[in-house]
């Protein structure tokens, strides 16, 4: 058969092969998601100048983080999505062997021990957790029949529950959350059984008064307890909540103009240029600026879903809505405990605190998805 017969035998074939590929195309770059993720980053580093109190050292550190980000989402968008399930297993054990040299030979910094220095480069190993629990838990789920049986939902807990301790034990309740989160969303979208939902809730309500008693540190108690009730401690535990709640309430609608806030400006707001950065945003932005901000969040997860939705294989829609939606998490949390709707847990809001190890690697989560949705173009080609 020749190859002219061959295409007019198969038309669908025929048009798919004879379309034109583009060069965005050609590199693996998903051009919406590429054009959303800039935007967000210029619109981040507007309000980290604000933020940080108009210092440009701050506003430059980041935007070298970003160039190094977003060189690693290129580089990362290239590999064929299977390479990372092939050494998902190795990254994953090469993450939890970092975790424990933290135990033994971290650097601690204000009460905690969570970084190492390796030839003078210092870093957080639990990031590195942060991609490897949820590519390993899809990789594992993803050779199996699912929805998953209870074996395997108790080998895909054992996965989630070994680097989530180590890191809670540094301690890093807001990171360990996080991870816990990531593993959790890939066993959920595994089609997990909601009698084994069911049980997981009444085996958290059971356990909960223990959990208080035994498990939390003291602070830890004390940031739940001034979610409740920040006037308790108007000049200690609470006055993070209470100067971020003024800032957002006094942005009103259109906000007080860019570098005009008070609460950040003169320094009432601690953390104004990480974990409470969005109170900044609704200061001198207002309600306006935040809905720009959720809009571009929302268009952001959206694409990913779609790119989830067109995945070819089942590690691959298990491994795009994984990241995408912890992706989520990680905006819902940090919104929620700025908002005083829940405790304060040290999560950053993605692509607009400042961060460094963090960035890249959120940066290479998205890699990973333009790696993903890219998979169709990459076959055919």
Same mark, same amino acid.
């Given at each position: +058969?020749?190859?002219?017969?061959?295409?007019?035998?198969?038309?669908?074939?025929?048009?798919?092969?004879?379309? =034109?590929?583009?060069?965005?195309?050609?590199?693996?770059?998903?051009?919406?998601?590429?054009?959303?993720?800039?935007?967000?980053?210029?619109?981040?580093?507007?309000?980290?100048?604000?933020?940080?109190?108009?210092?440009?050292?701050?506003?430059?550190?980041?935007?070298?983080?970003?160039?190094?980000?977003?060189?690693?989402?290129?580089?990362?968008?290239?590999?064929?999505?299977?390479?990372?399930?092939?050494?998902?297993?190795?990254?994953?054990?090469?993450?939890?062997?970092?975790?424990?040299?933290?135990?033994?030979?971290?650097i601690g910094a204000k009460g905690?021990?969570?970084?190492?220095?390796?030839?003078?480069?210092?870093?957080?190993?639990?990031?590195?957790?942060?991609?490897?629990?949820?590519?390993?838990?899809?990789?594992?789920?993803?050779?199996?029949?699912? =929805?998953?049986?209870?074996?395997?939902?108790?080998?895909? $807990?054992?996965?989630?529950?070994?680097?989530?301790?180590?890191?809670?034990?540094?301690?890093?309740?807001?990171?360990?959350?996080?991870?816990?989160?990531?593993?959790?969303?890939?066993?959920? +979208?595994?089609? $997990?059984?909601?009698?084994?939902?069911?049980?997981?809730?009444?085996?958290?309500?059971?356990?909960?008064?223990?959990?208080?008693?035994?498990?939390?540190?003291?602070?830890?108690?004390?940031?739940?307890?001034? +979610?409740?009730? =920040?006037?308790?401690?108007?000049?200690?535990?609470?006055?993070?909540?209470?100067?971020?709640?003024?800032?957002?309430?006094?942005?009103?609608?259109?906000?007080?103009?860019?570098?005009?806030?008070?609460?950040?400006? $003169?320094?009432?707001?601690p953390e104004s240029h990480t974990?409470?950065?969005?109170?900044?945003?609704?200061?001198?932005?207002?309600?306006?600026?935040v809905l720009i901000l959720m809009?571009?969040?929302?268009?952001?997860?959206?694409?990913?879903?779609?790119?989830?939705?067109?995945?070819?294989?089942?590690?691959?829609?298990?491994?795009?809505?994984?990241?995408?939606?912890?992706?989520?998490?990680?905006?819902?949390?940090?919104?929620?405990?700025?908002?005083?709707?829940?405790?304060?847990?040290?999560?950053?809001?993605?692509?607009?605190?400042?961060?460094?190890?963090?960035?890249?690697?959120?940066?290479?989560?998205?890699?990973?998805?333009?790696?993903?949705?890219?998979?169709?173009?990459?076959?055919?080609?």
């Amino acid at each position: +058969m020749s190859s002219r017969d061959f295409l007019r035998r198969m038309p669908e074939a025929s048009r798919e092969l004879r379309r =034109p590929i583009s060069l965005w195309q050609k590199f693996h770059i998903d051009l919406p998601l590429l054009i959303l993720l800039l935007a967000l980053t210029a619109f981040g580093l507007v309000v980290l100048y604000s933020a940080s109190g108009q210092e440009l050292y701050y506003v430059k550190r980041q935007g070298v983080f970003f160039l190094l980000a977003y060189g690693t989402m290129f580089a990362v968008a290239q590999i064929n999505i299977h390479v990372f399930q092939r050494w998902a297993p190795w990254v994953y054990l090469g993450g939890i062997v970092l975790l424990v040299l933290v135990i033994f030979m971290g650097i601690g910094a204000k009460g905690a021990q969570r970084w190492l220095s390796l030839g003078g480069f210092r870093f957080q190993p639990s990031e590195i957790l942060k991609l490897a629990v949820p590519i390993v838990v899809a990789s594992y789920l993803a050779g199996r029949v699912l =929805p998953p049986r209870f074996g395997q939902v108790l080998m895909t $807990l054992v996965l989630i529950f070994v680097p989530t301790y180590l890191i809670w034990k540094q301690p890093d309740l807001g990171t360990s959350i996080l991870i816990a989160s990531s593993g959790l969303v890939v066993l959920f +979208m595994a089609g $997990l059984r909601w009698r084994y939902i069911g049980g997981a809730v009444g085996a958290v309500l059971t356990g909960a008064w223990p959990m208080w008693q035994f498990v939390l540190h003291d602070y830890q108690r004390q940031r739940i307890l001034t +979610m409740f009730d =920040p006037e308790a401690d108007k000049l200690g535990a609470g006055w993070n909540i209470i100067q971020s709640k003024t800032a957002i309430g006094s942005g009103g609608v259109g906000g007080k103009g860019w570098l005009q806030g008070t609460q950040s400006q $003169l320094d009432f707001l601690p953390e104004s240029h990480t974990d409470f950065i969005i109170a900044v945003l609704a200061e001198e932005f207002g309600l306006m600026g935040v809905l720009i901000l959720m809009g571009l969040y929302l268009l952001i997860i959206a694409r990913g879903l779609m790119i989830a939705l067109g995945a070819q294989d089942t590690f691959g829609k298990l491994l795009a809505s994984g990241i995408i939606v912890t992706f989520f998490i990680y905006i819902f949390v940090n919104m929620g405990m700025v908002a005083g709707l829940l405790p304060v847990v040290g999560v950053p809001l993605p692509m607009v605190s400042l961060g460094g190890t963090s960035i890249v690697t959120l940066m290479t989560g998205f890699g990973i998805l333009m790696a993903i949705g890219t998979e169709r173009r990459r076959v055919t080609a």
